[in-house]
T-cell receptor, first 112, second 117 residues
Framework: EDQVTQSPEALRLQEGESSSLNCSYTVSGLRGLFWYRQDPGKGPEFLFTLYSAGEEKEKERLKATLTKKESFLHITAPKPEDSATYLCAFKGGGGATNKLIFGTGTLLAVQP | DAGVIQSPRHEVTEMGQEVTLRCKPISGHDYLFWYRQTMMRGLELLIYFNNNVPIDDSGMPEDRFSAKMPNASFSTLKIQPSEPRDSAVYFC???????????????FGNGTRLTVT
């Protein structure tokens, strides 16, 4: 069964303390690995899409990477405004489907 | 672009009552998704539509849940009768076909927080 697991469930960092969030997946025929950010009371906001192992994408202090079994979201020198829940999701290849399956997220708190 | 618009933002109702959640997708998007988010289970896909036609409703929990998309700019998710375990945040999202093998990313609304007492 296709599934995705995120770790850690929660992470507390000091401002400027770099770290990484993990998203492990088992999917038959990955057709995209997605990262979203969710702020309290809001819907998830799209960050990145990765399609193949070795691919990397960056946006400000965030960089997403992809291997055959996992994806990492690296946060360099985070600021308090980076505090949010980070969700990863995948689109599998089984059947004619366009649905995204989400992990349960990592709650990131960056303290000044 | 106003984004995906959901209403109401909050809904409090009593067990047994009918609840209707509404969604207006982004203009030009031909896919619409309904998700439910809880602390225990995270984001779960309930149903999605393509060109107003339901494609996959395997995530709809039971017959009490139904969804419609009468036109490209409006969708509803109805729960009848509602139960306390339906309490969650319900999100609507939309996307469009890019013409390649992949859809555009999902754009989410800000959700409806449903509380059933």
């Amino acid at each position: 069964e296709d599934q995705v697991t995120q770790s850690p469930e929660a992470l507390r960092l000091q401002e400027g303390e770099s770290s990484s969030l993990n998203c492990s997946y088992t999917v038959s025929g990955l057709r995209g690995l997605f990262w979203y950010r969710q702020d309290p009371g809001k819907g998830p906001e799209f960050l990145f899409t990765l399609y193949s192992a070795g691919e990397e994408k960056e946006k400000e202090r965030l960089k997403a990477t992809l291997t055959k079994k996992e994806s990492f979201l690296h946060i360099t020198a985070p600021k308090p405004e980076d505090s949010a829940t980070y969700l990863c999701a995948f689109k599998g290849g089984g059947g004619a489907t366009n649905k995204l399956i989400f992990g349960t997220g990592t709650l990131l708190a960056v303290q000044p | 672009d106003a984004g995906v618009i959901q209403s109401p933002r909050h809904e409090v109702t009593e067990m047994g009552q009918e609840v209707t959640l509404r969604c207006k997708p982004i203009s030009g998007h031909d896919y619409l998704f309904w998700y439910r988010q809880t602390m225990m289970r995270g984001l779960e896909l309930l149903i999605y539509f393509n060109n107003n036609v339901p494609i996959d409703d395997s995530g709809m929990p039971e017959d009490r849940f139904s969804a419609k998309m009468p036109n490209a700019s409006f969708s509803t998710l109805k729960i009848q009768p509602s139960e306390p375990r339906d309490s969650a945040v319900y999100f609507c999202a939309s996307s469009f076909w890019t013409g390649s093998s992949y859809n555009s990313p999902l754009h989410f609304g800000n959700g409806t927080r449903l509380t059933v007492t």
